[in-house]
């Protein structure tokens, strides 16, 4: 029988967090969302701030689990509030983790801790996710025509951030069937930064140019556009798999989850393509 209590979910406005509470709420599930400031409408939560761990889970049966990007030391705030979900009795934690996981990534480190205590776990390995062309890269896309990285001619095989909610919504949903599972979760294909530039370009009628740059290059704008060191961080190593080859994994286990295909990154851009619209320009 599925554990009845409510399903807490951290990063609940986030790209996955969001459609996640939208999924599992119509499938009529109990659902926390939860905040880092007090908010009426969700429970407060700050890995920074252990007092706010019991509070936050009390009465909670599952737990949907993202690591902050801000946060890269796991054993000091996220470590804690492994032992506090166990302490609070909750009965299954799915992780969102990262394709490729290895020692030099937190989220290995958190597998590792779930993996270490009394918690039923799901690890959640996606891969890149489509929407962060709607974010980290969307204003140079809307406000200079190009995608300037460090990924060189390595494909990447883009994920949309709502297929990874919709299965961690039936992890969440059914959590016996998935327990000690690793799932890797890829788009349909995988796709070069040229490629991508020839997609927004013709959605958005205008055109949009890759221009591969070296490394040192690439952390020098990361730096002078006055990111924060943990963000520059990220960067470099999402590029640096790419640029290796590492990102190409195109894995059929989405699919087989969901009984449908992954959404493409076409659909992602054709979707959304108001967000590199410029201001004044025809829709």
Same mark, same amino acid.
């Given at each position: 029988?599925? &554990?009845?209590?409510?399903?807490?979910?951290?990063?609940?406005?986030?790209?996955?967090?969001?459609?996640?509470?939208?999924?599992?709420?119509? %499938?009529?599930?109990?659902?926390?969302?939860? %905040?880092?400031?007090?908010?009426?409408?969700?429970?407060?939560?700050?890995?920074?701030?252990?007092?706010?761990?019991?509070?936050?889970?009390?009465?909670?049966?599952?737990?949907?689990?993202?690591?902050?990007?801000?946060?890269? &030391?796991?054993?000091?705030?996220?470590?804690?509030?492994?032992?506090?979900?166990?302490?609070?009795?909750?009965?299954?934690? %799915?992780?969102?983790?990262?394709?490729?996981?290895?020692?030099?990534?937190?989220?290995?480190?958190?597998?590792?801790?779930?993996?270490?205590?009394?918690?039923?776990?799901?690890?959640?390995?996606?891969?890149?996710?489509?929407?962060?062309?709607?974010?980290?890269?969307?204003?140079?896309?809307?406000?200079?025509?190009?995608?300037?990285?460090?990924?060189?001619?390595?494909?990447?095989?883009?994920?949309?951030?709502?297929?990874?909610?919709?299965?961690?919504?039936?992890?969440?949903?059914?959590?016996?069937?998935?327990?000690?599972?690793?799932?890797?979760?890829?788009?349909?294909?995988?796709?070069?930064?040229?490629?991508?530039?020839?997609?927004?370009?013709?959605?958005?009628?205008?055109?949009?140019?890759?221009?591969?740059?070296?490394?040192?290059?690439?952390?020098? &704008?990361?730096?002078?556009?006055?990111?924060?060191?943990?963000?520059?961080?990220?960067?470099?190593?999402?590029?640096?798999?790419?640029?290796?080859?590492?990102?190409?994994?195109?894995? &059929?286990?989405?699919?087989?989850?969901?009984?449908?295909?992954?959404?493409?990154?076409?659909?992602?851009?054709?979707?959304?393509?108001?967000?590199?619209?410029?201001?004044?320009?025809?829709?």
């Amino acid at each position: 029988m599925t &554990d009845p209590r409510p399903i807490l979910v951290t990063g609940s406005s986030g790209n996955v967090g969001a459609p996640l509470v939208s999924l599992l709420r119509a %499938a009529g599930l109990p659902v926390i969302a939860t %905040a880092t400031r007090p908010q009426p409408e969700a429970r407060h939560l700050d890995f920074e701030d252990p007092a706010t761990f019991a509070p936050a889970l009390a009465g909670v049966g599952r737990v949907f689990l993202m690591r902050p990007p801000h946060i890269s &030391d796991t054993r000091r705030y996220l470590r804690p509030f492994v032992r506090a979900m166990e302490v609070a009795g909750v009965e299954h934690v %799915a992780l969102l983790s990262l394709m490729g996981v290895n020692p030099a990534m937190p989220h290995w480190r958190v597998e590792q801790d779930l993996r270490a205590s009394s918690l039923a776990w799901t690890f959640l390995r996606p891969a890149f996710f489509s929407q962060n062309l709607g974010a980290a890269y969307r204003a140079d896309i809307r406000d200079r025509d190009r995608l300037r990285l460090a990924s060189g001619r390595g494909r990447t095989s883009f994920i949309d951030a709502r297929d990874i909610a919709a299965v961690a919504a039936q992890v969440l949903a059914g959590p016996v069937a998935h327990r000690a599972q690793a799932y890797t979760l890829t788009g349909p294909e995988a796709l070069d930064y040229h490629r991508v530039a020839a997609m927004l370009s013709e959605a958005l009628g205008r055109a949009i140019t890759y221009e591969p740059v070296g490394l040192l290059a690439y952390r020098r &704008d990361l730096v002078a556009a006055g990111l924060p060191s943990a963000f520059v961080n990220v960067q470099l190593l999402i590029n640096v798999v790419a640029r290796l080859g590492l990102a190409a994994r195109v894995d &059929d286990t989405l699919p087989r989850l969901l009984g449908r295909p992954p959404r493409t990154l076409q659909q992602y851009i054709e979707d959304h393509r108001d967000l590199w619209r410029r201001s004044g320009s025809k829709p």
